[in-house]
């Protein structure tokens, strides 16, 4: 081995900058981006590497604002009360709400995405559609695992997003074969399971996002950019209406010694 250096070689096609300019993709951000797009135009275009339809950025505007908010999770609490403990640093209460997403809330897409993908890839070596989808929920319900996608903790009936997210894409003729696969998904499990198991948000999202072009490995990220505006919303109203001395107060008399009798 010589002892000359190899001169380490580090580059991104996503962006990149210099004294005078900043781009993106390729593309100017000041003379071609700014005000020109808009954020979910520029994000698709960040991530896929090309820009979107008028379509595809109306079904994926319509993803994010599905799962800006949902009321008081355990995501907003983390961010609320982490605000209130460090509130010279909005980013950590922030990234405190945003670490919460997992399998269970935010990130479940994810788990959808790539049940989606791998029944898309079966089909694509020559399966039928309906034997992808029932070899792979048999997989998951025989390991005692849960389906991504289905199934909700509060809409117990039926997450009303899902319906509506399914709807735009139709209208904007974005569904199409993942989303067929979703809806079999739907169908086949209430069959394998015997369970009402409907849609929930996640899962339509998931499948929307393959539809234009997002990797599923890349769909929690969705989530986050998502969510993001809810936690700084929920951060915003600490400010005005705290309610992290309340939680802190409660936290204080469940965890009291009482005195021996």
């Known amino acids: 081995m010589s002892g000359r250096s ?3 070689e580090i580059g991104t096609a996503v962006g990149a900058a210099d004294e005078h300019h900043v781009r993106v993709r390729g593309l100017d951000l ?13 994000a698709l275009l960040a991530v896929t590497g090309r820009r979107p339809t008028p379509a595809e950025t109306k079904v994926v505007d319509a993803v994010l604002v599905s799962l800006l908010d949902h009321g008081l999770t355990p995501s907003a609490l983390a961010a609320r009360l982490t ?3 460090a509130p010279e640093a909005i980013q950590g209460a922030v990234a405190a709400g945003l670490l919460g997403a997992g399998s269970v809330l935010l990130g479940s897409m994810e788990g959808c995405g790539r049940l989606l993908t791998d029944i898309a890839d079966q089909v694509a070596s020559g399966a039928e559609a309906r034997d992808a ?3 792979r929920l048999r997989a998951i319900v025989d390991a005692g695992g849960r389906i991504p996608g289905l199934g909700h903790s509060l809409h117990r009936d039926g997450d009303p997003r899902a319906g509506k997210l399914l709807a735009v894409a139709r209208g904007q003729k974005v569904a199409a074969r ?3 696969h979703l809806e079999l998904v739907v169908e ?3 069959a394998l399971t015997g369970k009402d198991l409907p849609l929930n948000a996640t899962g339509a999202a998931a499948a ?10 890349l769909h929690r990220g969705f989530a986050l950019m998502s969510r993001t505006a809810g936690l700084v919303a929920h951060v915003g109203e600490e400010l005005e209406s ?4 309340a939680v802190r107060a409660a936290l204080r008399a469940a965890s009291r010694i009482e005195p021996e009798v």
Do not use: C, K, M, N
């Open 178 to 180: 993942h989303v067929e």
């Open 30 to 42: 000041v003379d071609d981006l700014i005000g020109e797009l808009t954020y979910t135009e520029v």
């Open 188 to 190: 086949r499990a209430a």
């Open 83 to 85: 605000f209130w403990s």
């Open 208 to 217: 929307l996002l393959l539809e234009v072009g997002v990797p599923w490995r």
């Open 6 to 8: 190899v001169p380490l």
């Open 242 to 245: 705290p309610i992290a001395p």
């Open 133 to 135: 989808v029932d070899t």
